[in-house]
């Protein structure tokens, strides 16, 4: 579903109410650009001095971070995509509701706040080669404001609104027609506040060029913004008992009111909060993600059609609504999921929430503290893995386990658009591959049993498999001790422990006896390769693969082939013990069963899961010498 800023407040309510019931959100977002990448970046030493990279040498996460900062700080997010899941653990479904909102970088005027951003040639060129409209973020984008641009813009208008807090001017002697200015205008003031017969006198004064009289007055003709900040500035200092008021052409003088002075702060602070909303646009949906404050959300603003026209509602039941999904997403925080998400999370804090630390442990501690639970597909399809060749791009990996039926994945009646239409490097649509892609990918691995320890080493894949195994070979464990895991028969799974190899701890279905021969062990097939794309004139090898997640020194990655057969293992017929009439249990013939042998499981793995200890929180960052970044807390 497109949304854009006319059709968003009618459907934040709808987005939150979603997001209140979701089990994930899935991301990606579309940039104005992106890091350089450094050739022979210097490097300080101990020293003192500098020490300059070889060429093709590894960059260290900390590096990385720096570029990925310094470009999140010039360069500009022009889409973001959600996708909103929901699973019914009953049927076994998971409903998707994909947004696609454009981000629109202008700012109201009147907040006094800036914003300054660029845009990269080749991102630029890689979007427009992929149909993004680079008019639509301007023209039809959602409003956003960090959360620290909002804090600037609420005390810049409070200062604004306590007069005492603005410098004075001070008038130099050669400023001859301002010094006469400023003493006609006390002159006209002590004259007002003596004034005798107080019926011939009104009861306010207006300060202007010519006399009193203001009717033949405009803002070209009347006072210049000079000489109405020092009539502002004498009222407050010499005569506290008056309030000056400034009209078009003139300033106005009035006996002071406190009442009525504190009912207009009040009225002029609702209004400016009630602005500041509005251009807080689609941070409240990303507030809502992180169990932030939505208290000054107006119910009344959803009260809107998408035509911009106001609407009838039920007031009441709406606001009883919004305060029963405001405390539930109080009381709750989304697991994020993305794919390649360490250049993207950076990006996305920067815009929604303010300036990035300066250090990438600080970093991995503000964003664990916002999401508890992240979740990379890029590192899921890469864990421990050394095939330098194989796939993980997201359209890779989608079109991987497209065919897969179970877990059941649906689209929502109302978000229909992507049933039946691919595009590519439209965020929204990232968004639900990512959503498809992790569903079905947990699913396939939790049932591969492949949650190995969460170190990034050990266990690894031959390159010419192409894909994350589950190592029985010669019946030895290569670990020193792991925990039970289970092994496919074609049949049935037996449960084993693979610190013993042969004794199953238990079956799921009973193994008949047969003294039928023991057919040969198939080998997997490798997985098809996938079909060449077809190149541009302006496909070549560059920096901006990364943006189609097509990076030279990937690691590798999980492939699956639904279209080929499932080469099932087979373990030897039991015998019956002459000694006590049970029967014994057959070995485990040694097997190297890869994730596309697995029948997938009906749903993802629980949250609290020991899968997601291994898979959770832990981003690829490829070309860096640790490979990936492991977020703070888990």
């Given at each position: 579903m497109d949304v854009d800023r006319r059709s968003f407040h009618w459907q934040l309510p709808r987005m939150l109410r979603a997001l209140a019931d979701a089990h994930f959100v899935a991301i990606d977002l579309e940039l104005s650009g992106i890091q350089s990448k450094t050739i022979h970046r210097p490097k300080a030493v101990d020293n003192g001095s500098v020490e300059s990279r070889s060429f093709g040498s590894k960059q260290t996460l900390q590096e990385r971070y720096e570029e990925a900062k310094e470009a999140a700080e010039r360069y500009q997010i022009l889409q973001v995509g959600l996708t909103i899941v929901t699973e019914d653990a009953e049927t076994g479904t998971y409903t998707a509701r994909p947004y696609n909102f454009y981000l629109n970088p202008i700012l109201e005027v009147k907040l006094d706040i800036e914003r300054i951003f660029s845009f990269q040639s080749g991102a630029v060129e890689f979007l427009l080669s992929h149909g993004f409209n680079m008019q639509a973020p301007f023209t039809l984008g959602v409003p956003y404001l960090s959360r620290e641009e909002e804090i600037t813009a609420m005390d810049m208008e409070l200062a604004r609104q306590n007069k005492a807090g603005i410098a004075d001017i001070h008038l130099r002697s050669d400023e001859v027609e301002s010094i006469q200015f400023v003493r006609k205008v006390r002159e006209d003031i002590e004259k007002w506040k003596n004034r005798e017969g107080a019926q011939s006198w009104p009861e306010f004064l207006n300060i202007a060029p010519d006399g009193h009289s203001v009717t033949q007055f405009t803002e070209k003709r009347g006072l210049n913004n000079y000489q109405k900040r020092l009539v502002h500035q004498l009222v407050r200092a010499e005569f506290p008992e008056f309030v000056s008021i400034s009209r078009?052409?003139?300033?106005?003088?009035?006996?002071?009111?406190?009442?009525?002075?504190?009912?207009?702060?009040?009225?002029?602070?609702?209004?400016?909060?009630?602005?500041?909303?509005?251009?807080?646009?689609?941070?409240?949906?990303?507030?809502?993600?992180?169990?932030?404050?939505?208290?000054?959300?107006?119910?009344?603003?959803?009260?809107?059609?998408?035509?911009?026209?106001?609407?009838?509602?039920?007031?009441?039941?709406?606001?009883?609504?919004?305060?029963?999904?405001?405390?539930?997403?109080?009381?709750?925080?989304?697991?994020?999921?993305?794919?390649?998400?360490?250049?993207?999370?950076?990006?996305?804090?920067?815009?929604?929430?303010?300036?990035?630390?300066?250090?990438?442990?600080?970093?991995?501690?503000?964003?664990?503290?916002?999401f508890p639970l992240i979740v990379d597909t890029k590192y899921m399809s890469t864990h421990n893995n050394s095939n330098i060749n194989a796939r993980s791009g997201l359209d890779e990996l989608d079109a991987d386990l497209y065919k897969m039926t179970i877990p059941s994945i649906a689209l929502h009646k109302?978000?229909?658009?992507?049933?039946?239409?691919?595009?590519?490097?439209?965020?929204?649509?990232?968004?639900?591959?990512?959503?498809?892609?992790?569903?079905?990918?947990?699913?396939?691995?939790?049932?591969?049993?492949?949650?190995?320890?969460?170190?990034?080493?050990?266990?690894?894949?031959?390159?010419?498999?192409?894909?994350?195994?589950?190592?029985?070979?010669?019946?030895?464990?290569?670990?020193?001790?792991?925990?039970?895991?289970?092994?496919?028969?074609?049949?049935?799974?037996?449960?084993?422990?693979?610190?013993?190899?042969?004794?199953?701890?238990?079956?799921?279905?009973?193994?008949?006896?047969?003294?039928?021969?023991?057919?040969?062990?198939?080998?997997?097939?490798?997985?098809?390769p996938p079909p060449t794309k077809v190149?541009?004139?302006?496909?070549?090898?560059?920096?901006?693969?990364?943006?189609?997640?097509?990076?030279?020194?990937?690691?590798?990655?999980?492939?699956?082939?639904?279209?080929?057969?499932?080469?099932?293992?087979?373990?030897?017929?039991?015998?019956?013990?002459?000694?006590?009439?049970?029967?014994?249990?057959?070995?485990?013939?040694?097997?190297?069963?890869?994730?596309?042998?697995?029948?997938?499981?009906?749903?993802?793995?629980?949250?609290?899961?020991?899968?997601?200890?291994?898979?959770?929180?832990?981003?690829?960052?490829?070309?860096?010498?640790?490979?990936?970044?492991?977020?703070?807390?888990?």
């Open positions: 078009p052409g003139f300033i106005q003088i009035i006996p002071l009111d406190k009442e009525r002075e504190d009912a207009l702060q009040k009225t002029k602070m609702k209004g400016f909060e009630e602005k500041l909303a509005r251009q807080v646009g689609l941070r409240w949906l990303v507030e809502g993600m992180v169990g932030g404050d939505l208290d000054n959300i107006d119910p009344i603003s959803f009260a809107s059609c998408l035509d911009g026209n106001p609407v009838w509602l039920d007031l009441r039941e709406l606001k009883r609504e919004f305060k029963e999904v405001q405390t539930k997403l109080s009381e709750q925080r989304t697991v994020l999921i993305g794919h390649n998400l360490f250049m993207d999370l950076i990006n996305f804090y920067k815009c929604f929430f303010g300036a990035l630390p300066d250090t990438l442990s600080e970093f991995q501690e503000l964003i664990h503290g916002l109302d978000h229909s658009k992507y049933s039946d239409l691919s595009i590519a490097h439209e965020a929204g649509y990232d968004s639900f591959m990512t959503a498809r892609v992790v569903i079905r990918l947990s699913a396939k691995l939790e049932a591969a049993g492949h949650y190995v320890d969460s170190d990034d080493e050990g266990w690894h894949t031959p390159a010419e498999e192409g894909g994350v195994l589950i190592d029985l070979t010669n019946g030895t464990s290569p670990r020193k001790s792991e925990a039970p895991k289970q092994l496919y028969t074609g049949n049935h799974f037996i449960h084993f422990d693979p610190n013993t190899q042969t004794t199953p701890l238990r079956t799921e279905a009973p193994i008949p006896a047969t003294t039928a021969p023991i057919p040969p062990i198939t080998k997997p097939k490798i997985p098809k190149k541009t004139p302006f496909s070549h090898a560059g920096m901006f693969d990364a943006l189609d997640d097509a990076s030279a020194d990937d690691e590798g990655s999980v492939n699956f082939d639904e279209t080929e057969p499932l080469p099932y293992s087979t373990a030897i017929p039991p015998t019956t013990d002459s000694k006590d009439g049970w029967d014994t249990p057959p070995p485990l013939v040694p097997k190297v069963l890869d994730a596309s042998e697995q029948p997938a499981s009906r749903l993802m793995p629980p949250w609290d899961s020991d899968f997601w200890n291994v898979y959770g929180n832990k981003l690829r960052v490829n070309g860096t010498v640790e490979g990936f970044c492991e977020l703070s807390g888990r």
